[in-house]
């Protein structure tokens, strides 16, 4: 059974850096076709696909973002972890972390999304 | 503004069909399957369609997808009140080297 879980702060004050981790079970970074993404969604609004980080590395970034974007991975706790500098109030929204699977190129799995509140 | 264009919000009877629509470019569209997510109110998007026209164990059959080069399809048949969601579709996108969703489309069922 695939699982995922997002886990950060609630509230983050505008200019600091937000660190969100996402525990996963049921499947492994380290075999190969499996990756996790980061979406987020402010409230009311359209998904925002953010970042992605491969089985073998490979990291990939919305461009938009991309300079203020790092992920990263720890396959021993399964775990992957995204920073985001200077955050701002329009970042307030829920981030989900995701399973890629290359195979079906989908979002197969979703975590239920943890909502970031960044005050004015 | 979103990648993929959809239309904000449709409507339907119970028991009727619906077709969405999302429109991408030769970027996404043209070399990347396209993904179906349904986000019930207050809940995380979950998958629906993928490979343009597949569906996961547990989704009904009442749940069809299709794609043509720059534009996909969800269909839904026999609506149903539990249908009432917002839909996005989703790809790849080989230009920017990253995912885009469409906008989402609000269905109601009444």
């Known amino acids: 059974q695939v699982t995922l879980r997002e886990s950060g702060p609630a509230l983050v004050k505008p200019t600091q850096t937000l660190t969100l981790t996402c525990t996963f079970s049921g499947f492994s970074l380290i075999t190969s076709g499996m990756c996790v993404s980061w979406i987020r969604q402010p409230p009311g609004k359209a998904l925002e696909w953010l970042a992605r980080i491969d089985w073998d590395d490979d990291k990939y970034y919305s461009t938009s973002l991309k300079s203020r974007l790092t992920i990263s991975k720890d396959t021993s706790k399964n775990q992957v972890v995204l920073r985001m500098t200077n955050m701002d109030p329009v970042d307030t929204a829920t981030y989900y972390c995701?399973?890629?699977?290359?195979?079906?190129?989908?979002?197969?799995?979703w975590g239920q999304g943890t909502l970031v509140t960044v005050p004015s | 503004q979103s990648v993929l264009t959809q239309p904000p919000s449709m409507s339907a009877a119970p028991g009727q069909k619906v077709t969405i629509s999302c429109s991408g470019s030769?970027?996404?569209?043209?070399?990347?399957?396209v993904s179906w997510y349904q986000q019930l109110p207050g809940t995380a998007p979950k998958l629906l369609i993928y490979?343009?026209?597949k569906r996961p164990s547990g989704i009904p059959d009442r749940f069809s997808g299709s794609k043509s080069v720059t534009s996909a399809t969800l269909g839904i048949t026999g609506l149903q009140t539990g249908d009432e969601a917002v839909y996005f579709c989703?790809?790849?996108?080989?230009?920017?080297?990253?995912?885009?969703f469409g906008g989402g489309t609000k269905l109601t069922v009444l």
């Open positions: 030769s970027s996404n569209f043209g070399n990347y399957y």
């Open positions: 995701a399973r890629y699977a290359v195979t079906t190129a989908t979002l197969d799995y």
């Open positions: 490979d343009n026209n």
């Open positions: 989703g790809a790849w996108d080989g230009s920017l080297s990253a995912g885009v």
